[in-house]
């Protein structure tokens, strides 16, 4: 999906245990990069693009992105939109869902304290390697080297959108223009998959994003904007 994938397990298991637990995680990505990447024509979802797999034909995790994306499309106005491209690409939603998966079957193998990330999406359960909360510094818009927040806690997906390392790749659906008003959003809730989306549509929505963002039940979110303003719910799990 042209991002880097990360792991960090905590638990106190033998190494060989955290081996296998480590390569099922990196094989888990692989098969949904080989199936939803949209930079390999041979993928799954390029080939249900061009018609050349029917969705009665498609796989089962397919079929779920693609009815998940119909939900968030929805559940959002229709700010996150697969299609705003023009071509099918559930990106918005398929990386952090897979990092959600992944924790999932982590959590379900008898590892309880990990983080997962996937291009600087994370979902983080249990501990850190030090006993504590895990710390989520969330990247400062115009400083690489900074941060703007700093998170903790032990059962969280955390998701930001921005355009500060890929410039302004989040289009608003209606305009089909590149969205502004937003420099970077991020979303914290405990399915990363939905986290990830809904700060796509947010970042797409432009300005009107924050107000949106206020009324999302189960969520929290900061936002900083072109601007340079910076808002945050009052229940964001900052550090002290």
């Not at 298991?13 to 995680?25: I, K, N, R, T, Y």
């Not at 030090?130 to 690489?144: M, N, S, T, V, Y």
Request: contains cysteine; negative net charge.
């Amino acid at each position: 999906m042209g991002t880097a994938i990360t792991l960090d397990l905590a638990d106190d298991l033998p190494p060989a245990a955290l081996h296998e637990l480590a390569d099922d995680v990196f094989a888990w990505m692989r098969e949904v990069d080989a199936r939803f990447s949209t930079y390999q024509p041979d993928s799954e979802v390029c080939r249900f693009d061009r018609g050349q797999v029917l969705l009665s034909e498609a796989s089962a995790e397919l079929r779920f992105v693609l009815e998940a994306c119909a939900d968030l499309w929805g559940a959002t106005d229709g700010f996150f939109d697969a299609y705003a491209t023009g071509r099918l690409d559930p990106s918005g939603f398929v990386k952090g869902w897979a990092a959600q998966v992944a924790s999932d079957r982590l959590l379900a193998a008898g590892a309880p304290n990990h983080c997962v990330n996937a291009g600087g999406d994370l979902r983080v359960r249990g501990l850190s390697p030090a006993g504590e909360p895990w710390r989520i510094g969330i990247q400062h818009p115009w400083d690489a080297m900074a941060t703007c927040l700093v998170l903790a806690g032990t059962d969280l997906a955390v998701a930001t959108s921005g355009v500060y390392e890929r410039g302004r790749h989040v289009l608003d659906p209606r305009r089909g223009a590149p969205a502004s008003g937003l420099r970077s959003v991020t979303v914290v809730g405990t399915d990363l998959g939905v986290a990830d989306a809904y700060a796509t549509a947010a970042l797409a929505m432009g300005a009107t994003g924050l107000g949106w963002l206020n009324g999302l039940d189960g969520h929290t979110h900061a936002v900083v904007t072109d601007d340079a303003r910076q808002y945050h719910s009052a229940g964001l799990p900052l550090t002290d």
